[in-house]
């Protein structure tokens, strides 16, 4: 029994399987985020105060934030702060999916701040923009640092009003009182929302596992079901990968507009705009189809791991923003990822209204279904030679 080669070797197989499943479980064990971008649009104007420098509350927050956030020698910063001119600059790039959040700081801050000094204090507001659709997680995360900066901010000013107040023996009236509950108040405002259903954030998401699999089990059945055709020239081996990719854009077609009749209507995720999603996923199931059978066409049935792996590794990090993930999953592993462009076209989608346009993530599936059909003619042509040239020295002998 022990002379047994596979036997003696389980061992390492079982730690090595092991080893691969649970690297696809580290990117969801606490993720910390790294330079999560927010924006933030100082417009105070300031305010001149008699025999005093002035002061500029807005410019003292965006210099203190900054200064806060700097990176170590050996981590990169929670938050990467990006000023911003104006609020629709701030929304312009929202809607580009360039910042998570953004605070505006008006234009009164500084003078309502210096107000809640006088008997007639009005408190200075501050606008938090949640850029909801851009990712679930993330968005909160950067809404969350936001508001606990506002807090803080609450908190510092609270003090320094309390101790000037002591300093001066001054009595405070009713409205200088209630001002210093919350000296500083916050309208919190989503943008590019998901909807009521906090599920549909994950939307993109949960439509790409069915979609995957139905891709890969359509390549892979009609790779077999061709593998066993008998085919002895040249042209009808062409002929038959030909046949391979009209086959593919009829499996897509019924993918594309079965799996979001089956989200739509079925499961109840909020599809904006059904036709242009239903062409989305079937354009996004025909690239995967193609490049799945590619594969195929040059590795044979071996090649089926490979999007296994796929599909366990991919499944964890498409869920999460790239700046909450380690280097080594962002560079190595998320970049290369072509699943990736599905998600984030569902997204421009649901979330951010673009409709099917020639965007950057249906460009770049396009390519990918371009490339691989390229690659599945010449391996034709390829394979087949090579059978001819077979049959040729046999027939030499």
Known sequence: MFKNKLLLVSPIIALAVIFIFSLTLFPSVQPQPKNLPIAIVNEDEGVEIPNQPKMNMGQTIVEMMQKNSKATKDEDPAVKWVKVKTAENAQKGMDNQKY????VIPKDFSAKQASLRTPVPSSP??????????????????????????DNMNNN??????????KQGATLTAKQAASLATPITKTVTNVNEIGTNSANGNAPVS??????????ASAAIIFISISKMPIRTRKE?????????????????????GLTWIADGMVGL????????????????????LMILAVLSLLGLKGMPIF?????????????A?????????????????????????RELFFFGKGLTWSSPLSTLVWIGVVSMVIILASALKLNSLKEKTQTEKLEI
């Open 237 to 257: 081996n062409l002929v038959t990968k030909i046949g391979q990719i009209f086959m593919g854009v009829v499996v897509a077609l019924v993918i594309g507009f």
């Open 207 to 216: 439509l790409f596992q069915p979609l995957w699999m139905a891709s890969l």
């Open 322 to 346: 790239p700046e909450m993930m380690s280097p080594f999953y962002r560079d190595w592993i998320y970049s290369w990822l072509p699943m990736r462009f599905m998600i984030e076209g569902l």
């Open 270 to 289: 909020n599809i904006p705009n059904f036709m242009d999603t239903a062409l989305f996923l079937s354009i996004t199931s025909f690239s995967f189809f």
């Open 100 to 103: 998570y959040a953004t605070l």
């Open 308 to 320: 296994i792996l796929m599909l366990f590794f991919g499944a964890p990090l498409l869920a999460m």
């Open 157 to 166: 000013v609270r003090k320094q009003l309390l101790d000037g107040f002591e």
């Open 125 to 150: 507001e501050v606008q938090i923009y949640i850029n909801q659709g851009m990712n679930t997680a993330a968005s909160t995360m950067a809404g969350q640092v936001l508001n606990g900066i506002v």
